[in-house]
């Protein structure tokens, strides 16, 4: 059975701190692995890594995967209070349509 | 436009209501998805439409009915549901079939309550 697990499950930091949250993989045929942010309720995208692009980085976010390990860490420096959010890592296999999801990690900034 | 839109926002029903959940995209995307997520815990998929056909129904008990009546539109019909029904439940939206499919634009959700 294919699994995400995602570490820590929960984070509380103080502002301006550097973060890095944890998602290791099991799954058949990987093809991507993606990470969201859930403020409240929508899950918006923020990366996707594949075999072709294992590193992506945007502003003070970025991401890197490790196809040996078969792991990815996203970092986030000089932490905001609007970072606070349930940060998700999913994984996609090359058969299409479905995504494997972690738990989460919940991430508090505290000002 | 890069929004899923999805009514009602809220939700109350009993038991013995019928009720639909909506959604819509205007994206030109052609897979849409119901995701069933409950406090704390990951989305669940629950299906799967590509180019208006059901393409994945993960064993859902047929009290929850999807229906996409066209490219934009995807609608969940909810009939005789149960307590452990409530949840927050997400419409989502993404290019298909091989360009970044895994790039899901989700809606807000609707959140359930059942009596």
């Known amino acids: 059975e294919d699994k995400v697990v995602q570490s820590p499950l929960s984070l509380v930091v103080h502002e301006g701190d550097t973060v890095t949250l944890n998602c290791s993989y099991e799954?058949?045929?990987?093809?991507?692995l993606l990470w969201y942010k859930q403020e409240k309720k929508a899950p918006t995208f923020l990366f996707m890594l594949?075999?072709?692009?294992i590193e992506k980085k945007s502003g003070r976010l970025s991401s890197i995967l490790d196809k040996k390990e078969l792991s990815s860490i996203l970092n986030i420096t000089a932490t905001q209070t609007g970072d606070s959010a349930i940060y998700l890592c999913?994984?996609?296999?090359?058969?299409?349509?479905?995504?494997?999801f972690g738990e989460g990690t919940q991430l508090t900034v505290n000002p | 436009d890069t929004e899923v839109t999805q009514t009602p926002k809220h939700l109350v029903m009993g038991m013995t209501n019928k009720k639909s959940l909506k959604c819509e995209q205007h994206?030109?995307?052609?897979?849409m998805y119901w995701y069933k997520q409950k406090a704390k815990k990951p989305p669940e998929l629950m299906f799967v439409?590509?180019?208006?056909?059901?393409?994945i129904n993960e064993s859902v008990p047929s009290r929850f009915s999807p229906e996409c009546p066209n490219s934009s539109l995807l609608n969940l019909h909810l009939h005789a549901l149960q307590p452990e029904d409530s949840a927050l439940y997400l419409c989502?939206?993404?290019?298909?079939?091989?360009?970044?499919?895994?790039?899901?634009?989700f809606g807000s959700g609707t959140q359930l309550s059942v009596l």
């Open positions: 989502a939206s993404s290019h298909f079939p091989n360009r970044e499919w895994e790039k899901l634009f």
């Open positions: 594949t075999s072709s692009g």
């Open positions: 994206m030109g995307h052609r897979a």
């Open positions: 999913a994984v996609g296999e090359t058969s299409g349509s479905r995504l494997t």
């Open positions: 799954v058949t045929n990987f093809r991507s």
């Open positions: 439409y590509s180019y208006e056909k059901l393409s």
